[in-house]
């Protein structure tokens, strides 16, 4: 089979050539200029520690924030910069006191790390957890709103709600589930770690308790930079999982949480510095900026999507409008079902290995099944899907 055409945008990446990378949802992957930023970031460091430390790094760390700030819309003092979406999510949790039998709602299509973290949380202090089935494939938002709400009770205190679910690719109805669930009284943690970069996020106006993103994934920013906003009224129970110095600090004209914040240890800040670079990187490589972005990613997610279902005899399981940038495939009934998550598919090996492809593939239980998920980003073409369906029709026998 003949190699994929590249996007006329790849050369921004430092991505293997020989690799058709349609796994950007794991991990992101960060442009060559953003590398080099970060570097820049590094040295300035070791020039003079002490100087960049002490007098510099706090209005470095501010002018990510109100970078941030601008793109999400929020209040800058609402942020706290920390290392990924699951520090953010523990953050959180680990914050909160629960009495037992309180009720933390989850749907089942959460990102496993992050729900261990309620597991771990709920039996420490007795709360319960409701996991809420949410049906794949799916016919519209309003099922998976229908579900949530009918899973609230009385003793319901916290919901984690994702934007796009993780396993099926689903863009959810978040903005009416905080609605709805703060109205209730329930606190909502919004897991935005598929967030910032792929989909408007209007945060103050959302009016979510908490919510975490990883600038790392769609916003192509450096590994390790994501942030934590938490809403004023929260903001004296919530302490990073390290305490340092900025629980004494004298308060001056800041907040706690500030101080708690923005000093936990010494730590490589040169990720969360290069952010306000990497947003303006991104938003020059083509006409009309990050909408601009966020549209072509999301046509070429459907475009691929349809190439693969045509090609493989699949249907689509679930409606564009649950579409954000990733889209999540069954693959035809009948294949090798039942192999255990954290297990390596060996279809998976197969594309990467024979075909040079990256694409997660994997078991799931609910519904039973064997899944794959590709991504959309600006460094992607569309005969890389061309390519994926052919590779998976020729495996599998179609
Ligand atoms: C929904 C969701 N939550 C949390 C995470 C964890 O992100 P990180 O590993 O950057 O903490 C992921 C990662 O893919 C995710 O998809």
Same mark, same amino acid.
């Given at each position: 089979?003949?190699? +994929?055409?590249?996007?006329?945008?790849?050369?921004?990446?430092?991505? @293997?050539?020989?690799?058709? !990378?349609?796994?950007?949802?794991? !991990?992101?992957?960060?442009?060559?200029?953003?590398?080099?930023?970060?570097?820049?970031? %590094?040295?300035?460091?070791?020039?003079?520690?002490?100087? !960049?430390?002490?007098?510099?790094?706090?209005?470095?760390?501010?002018?990510?924030?109100?970078?941030?700030?601008?793109?999400?819309?929020? @209040?800058?003092?609402?942020?706290?910069?920390?290392?990924?979406?699951?520090?953010?999510?523990?953050?959180?949790?680990?914050?909160?006191?629960?009495?037992?039998?309180?009720?933390?709602?989850? +749907?089942?299509?959460?990102?496993?790390?992050?729900?261990?973290?309620?597991?771990?949380?709920?039996?420490?202090?007795?709360?319960?957890?409701?996991?809420?089935?949410?049906? *794949?494939?799916?016919?519209?938002?309003?099922?998976?709103?229908?579900?949530?709400?009918?899973?609230?009770?009385?003793?319901?205190?916290?919901? #984690?709600?994702?934007?796009?679910?993780?396993?099926?690719?689903?863009?959810?109805? *978040?903005?009416?589930?905080? &609605?709805?669930?703060?109205?209730?009284?329930?606190?909502?943690?919004?897991?935005?770690?598929?967030?910032?970069?792929?989909?408007?996020?209007?945060?103050?106006?959302?009016?979510?308790?908490?919510?975490?993103?990883?600038?790392?994934?769609?916003?192509?920013?450096?590994?390790?930079?994501?942030?934590?906003?938490?809403?004023?009224?929260?903001? &004296?129970?919530?302490?990073?999982?390290?305490?340092?110095?900025? #629980?004494? *600090?004298?308060?001056?004209?800041?907040?706690? !949480?500030?101080?708690?914040?923005?000093?936990?240890?010494?730590?490589?800040?040169?990720?969360? $510095?290069?952010?306000?670079?990497?947003?303006? $990187?991104?938003?020059? #490589?083509?006409?009309?900026?990050?909408?601009?972005?966020?549209?072509?990613?999301?046509?070429?997610?459907?475009?691929?999507?349809?190439?693969? $279902?045509?090609?493989?005899?699949?249907?689509?399981?679930?409606? &564009?409008?649950?579409?954000?940038?990733?889209?999540?495939?069954?693959? +035809?009934?009948? &294949?090798?079902?039942?192999?255990?998550?954290?297990?390596?598919?060996?279809?998976?090996?197969?594309?990467?290995?024979?075909?040079?492809?990256?694409? +997660?593939?994997?078991?799931?239980?609910?519904?039973?099944?064997?899944? *794959?998920?590709?991504?959309? %980003?600006?460094?992607?073409?569309?005969?890389?899907?061309?390519?994926?369906?052919?590779?998976?029709?020729?495996?599998?026998?179609?």
């Amino acid at each position: 089979m003949q190699h +994929p055409t590249r996007s006329g945008l790849a050369h921004h990446w430092s991505l @293997d050539e020989n690799c058709v !990378f349609l796994n950007h949802g794991s !991990f992101g992957a960060t442009p060559v200029e953003i590398q080099k930023e970060q570097r820049t970031w %590094q040295q300035k460091l070791e020039h003079e520690p002490v100087r !960049f430390y002490e007098d510099l790094a706090m209005g470095f760390m501010e002018a990510t924030r109100s970078a941030l700030a601008g793109f999400v819309h929020c @209040d800058p003092d609402d942020l706290a910069l920390v290392e990924n979406a699951t520090t953010g999510v523990n953050t959180i949790l680990r914050s909160l006191t629960f009495n037992e039998g309180d009720e933390i709602l989850v +749907p089942d299509h959460a990102y496993q790390a992050c729900r261990n973290a309620i597991d771990f949380v709920a039996e420490r202090w007795g709360a319960v957890v409701v996991t809420v089935n949410i049906p *794949f494939p799916i016919d519209e938002p309003s099922t998976v709103i229908d579900l949530i709400m009918a899973g609230v009770s009385e003793r319901t205190v916290l919901a #984690m709600i994702d934007t796009v679910t993780s396993p099926t690719g689903l863009l959810m109805p *978040f903005e009416r589930l905080v &609605e709805l669930l703060e109205g209730k009284g329930v606190s909502v943690l919004l897991d935005a770690a598929h967030g910032i970069g792929m989909i408007p996020l209007h945060l103050d106006e959302m009016g979510a308790s908490y919510t975490t993103s990883n600038c790392h994934k769609w916003l192509c920013a450096p590994k390790g930079s994501a942030f934590l906003h938490v809403r004023k009224d929260h903001q &004296e129970k919530i302490h990073p999982l390290t305490i340092s110095h900025g #629980m004494t *600090f004298p308060l001056g004209d800041t907040t706690r !949480f500030r101080h708690e914040f923005d000093w936990t240890g010494t730590r490589d800040i040169s990720a969360w $510095c290069s952010i306000p670079a990497t947003i303006d $990187c991104m938003a020059e #490589m083509i006409d009309g900026g990050w909408p601009a972005i966020m549209q072509h990613n999301h046509d070429l997610a459907m475009k691929g999507r349809e190439i693969l $279902c045509d090609r493989l005899g699949i249907e689509a399981p679930c409606p &564009e409008s649950m579409i954000s940038c990733i889209a999540t495939m069954m693959l +035809p009934p009948g &294949e090798l079902g039942g192999i255990p998550l954290h297990e390596p598919d060996p279809l998976h090996s197969v594309l990467q290995e024979k075909y040079g492809i990256q694409v +997660p593939v994997w078991s799931w239980d609910s519904p039973k099944g064997r899944y *794959f998920r590709i991504s959309a %980003q600006l460094y992607n073409h569309e005969d890389e899907y061309h390519y994926l369906a052919e590779a998976l029709a020729t495996e599998l026998g179609l």
